[in-house]
């Protein structure tokens, strides 16, 4: 079956831009998470989802991170007035509703701040 | 969550059995060791978890200490392909987010 689908693969914007990147999560899978992966670096927690409420959002880096999952499925991360520091592979993960179910992450997202 | 200390690197001959080491002397009972791997430019791939027992599955086989402060990740015949970051994770029975550390970078040589 399909697995994480994240689009766009990779994106470049200007410093001061809004970005939005997409995650498909497999489907029947309640809970939806995002990572952030710095240059080197293993991936580390966003926010969490479970159905299209917003459980876990402390490792959100600021109020300019914003994330949003409307029916349940598809979610999307927002970054307002992008930094460069905001460049990073952006990871979203999906796993069905046992807490202790693996999670199955998609390839990313390549963010570049210029 | 504990903490997971790893090596930083290991190299491994292609056929061979690769065996993978984790740290995790200040687990707690209710808590999971968890594997994943990370192939360059894609996303981290779940191997393998346990609590207490060995567990074996098409992937690889995870043992873990009698008193659970360690662990082991062996992949029985590695090939190429099996070139990647490992991250051993331990997480909290019910909690949700994976608090990744540095991994091991495991390189297969042919």
């Known amino acids: 079956g399909a697995g994480v689908s994240q689009s766009p693969r990779y994106k470049v914007a200007k410093r001061g831009q809004d970005v939005a990147l997409r995650c498909d999560p497999i489907?029947?899978?309640?809970?939806l998470f995002w990572y952030q992966q710095a240059l080197g670096q293993g991936p580390e927690f966003l926010t969490y989802?479970?159905?299209?409420?917003?459980?876990?959002k402390s490792g959100l880096p600021s109020d300019r991170f914003f994330a949003e999952r409307p029916e349940g499925s598809v979610s999307t991360l927002k970054i307002q007035r992008t930094q460069q520091e905001d460049s990073a592979v952006y990871l979203c993960?999906?796993?069905?509703?046992?807490?202790?179910?693996?999670?199955?992450f998609g390839d990313g997202t390549r963010l570049s701040i210029l | 969550d504990a903490k997971t200390t790893q090596p930083p690197s290991m190299d491994c001959a292609e056929g061979r059995a690769a065996n993978l080491p984790c740290n995790h002397s200040?687990?707690?009972?209710?808590?999971?060791v968890y594997w994943y791997r990370q192939i360059h430019s894609q996303g981290p791939q779940y191997i393998i978890h346990?609590?207490?027992n060995n567990e074996t599955n098409e992937m690889a086989s995870l043992i873990i200490t009698e008193d659970r402060k360690s662990s082991t990740l062996i992949l029985p015949h590695a090939t190429l392909r099996d070139t990647a970051v490992y991250y051993c994770i331990v997480k909290i029975q019910g909690a949700q987010k994976l608090v990744f550390g540095q991994g091991t970078r495991l390189t297969i040589n042919p």
């Open positions: 993960a999906s796993s069905l509703a046992d807490r202790d179910q693996p999670q199955h």
């Open positions: 200040t687990i707690s009972g209710n808590e999971y």
């Open positions: 346990g609590l207490k």
């Open positions: 989802f479970q159905n299209e409420a917003q459980l876990d």
């Open positions: 489907s029947g899978h309640v809970s």
